[in-house]
């Protein structure tokens, strides 16, 4: 089964600690990335440490949970090779992997509840990337851009 980094900053805490359980239930190897607490923390330090453990080959995607899930989000796509979406709906949640190749999932803790939460982890999770022409073409084009604007 699928290796999954999940993190979270503060905002989120206590739903990765509510998911953790859910997602090795159904099958999954969970790498807990932190944070550990609900100390306030820095989400680029938790989104960051998700891109790595991907981009290493450690894990396949990765879940992010802050507040809103937009600063994950933001800080995760700093990374080449990282394609990360907000998704608070699980139409999003297994589109962006069949069609964009997500890879990492971010989630906002204030505004979706537990139960949505764990629908749209299991649909990114669940979704695989369609491969079709059309997708792979844009998928391309987007790896050009990284390569054109990339500043490491």
Do not use: W
Request: include cysteine.
């Amino acid at each position: 089964m699928m290796k999954v980094a999940l993190a979270s900053d503060h905002a989120g805490f206590s739903y990765k600690q509510l998911l953790i359980p859910v997602l090795e239930a159904a099958g999954f190897t969970i790498a807990d990335l932190g944070a550990f607490n609900t100390t306030p923390s820095d989400y680029p330090d938790h989104a960051a440490a998700v891109a790595t453990s991907i981009l290493s080959g450690e894990t396949e995607r990765g879940i992010i949970i802050c507040g809103s899930g937009v600063g994950v989000s933001i800080a995760a796509n700093k990374f080449k090779g990282i394609r990360a979406g907000v998704c608070h709906d699980t139409y999003s949640a297994h589109q962006c992997v069949e069609h964009d190749a997500v890879n990492v999932l971010c989630l906002g803790e204030r505004v979706i509840g537990t139960a949505l939460m764990t629908a749209i982890c299991m649909a990114f999770l669940g979704a695989a990337f369609s491969g079709e022409e059309r997708h792979v073409r844009r998928l391309q084009k987007i790896e050009q851009l990284e390569e054109q604007h990339f500043k490491p």
